[in-house]
């Protein structure tokens, strides 16, 4: 059982065990962490040697902790380790599963405190949780407690954590394979139908797929007049490239409503087409869809391409 003659002996005592003195608002004293190991008398005694009755002595006695731990742990930043070694590096590299649990906490973190990189921040709270999932369930006055653990990183690791037990329970869809026009109909019938149906102009819209032909995203390439539209080849190329699309599916509406092609409807897509094919893409179909839900006309469907 520690017993302090002097204000040294106490600070030893204190960085020892990572421990800091703290006072709030209101001038009430604690600790950082709790001194379990400590009877009531003991603990006050540690005020009494610390002589601490402001805010201004509260900082230069933990001042003078950080220096004591420093000292006994030289401290190296991580931004002055080499590249490969820092943690954010590494997952950029690698991937986040190349990092420990205590790498991707103190990517989280960003930033330790004078004397403790962020690394050394996340290890400590590992090994004083043991998880974590602990770390997760920990109340927020539990982690203020520790020494450069503020609101704002507490609310950096309760969202990260959260948005991993999200992730977690999500279902994961399986994707149609568009392989007939029957199904792209489907498709868009609960998909782009309702952005472009009721549109005043006309809207062209390109569905990116992989190459089992499930769809990867989409996106809106040109809008014209309440006319006409303007297919922009180059422009289908480059996105359709850019989304590592092995194949695409054509869309645009009518604004009057009706679905038959007309014949720039019929000669723009074939010149998409044979664009496509010098890129080795596959256009797989072109739908116009029209003013109700069920107008869509397929030319794959209608064996125009």
């Keep these: 059982m520690p017993i302090f003659k002097t204000r040294e002996e106490v600070t030893d005592y204190l960085a020892s065990k990572r421990v800091y003195p703290r006072i709030s608002r209101r001038n009430v004293f604690y600790f950082s ?3 379990k190991n400590l009877s009531t008398e003991e603990q006050d005694l540690v005020w009494k040697l610390l002589q601490i009755s402001n805010q201004h002595d509260c900082q230069l006695v933990r001042k003078t902790i950080r220096e004591k731990i420093a000292q006994e742990y030289p401290f190296e930043p991580i931004t ?16 986040p599963e190349a990092l420990s649990d205590t790498e991707l906490l103190a990517v989280i973190l960003r930033i330790g405190t004078q004397g403790s990189s962020a690394e050394d921040v996340a290890k400590k709270l590992l090994i004083d949780f043991g998880s974590l999932r602990a770390i997760y369930q920990a109340s927020n006055e539990e982690l203020s407690r520790y020494d450069g653990i503020g609101p704002a990183k507490i609310a950096q690791l309760k969202a990260a954590m959260e948005i991993g037990r999200r992730v977690t329970g999500e279902v994961v869809s399986k994707k149609p394979k568009l ?3 029957d199904k792209v109909k489907h498709f868009i019938e609960h998909t782009l139908q309702w952005n472009l149906r009721d549109a005043k102009k006309e809207m062209f819209a390109i569905v990116f797929l992989d ?3 499930k769809p990867l995203s989409h996106y809106i390439s040109t809008i014209g007049s309440n006319k006409e539209s303007v297919v922009d080849i180059p422009d289908i ?6 989304a590592n699309a092995s194949a695409i599916i054509l869309i645009h509406n009518h604004p ?4 038959e092609p007309s014949p720039e409807d019929i000669d723009s897509t074939r010149r998409v087409i044979q664009a496509c094919q ?10 116009i869809i029209g ?5 869509l006309f397929s030319f794959a469907g209608h064996k125009i391409i």
Excluded: F
């Design 33 to 35: 962490r709790s001194l």
């Design 80 to 95: 002055k380790w080499k590249k490969k070694e820092r943690p954010r590096e590494r997952l950029l590299e690698n991937g």
């Design 179 to 181: 392989i007939n026009p």
């Design 211 to 213: 190459t089992k032909l």
């Design 237 to 242: 190329i480059r996105k359709s490239t850019q």
């Design 256 to 259: 009057s409503g009706e679905t």
């Design 278 to 287: 010098l890129v080795g893409i596959m256009v797989v179909d072109h739908i």
């Design 291 to 295: 003013a109700n839900p069920d107008d």
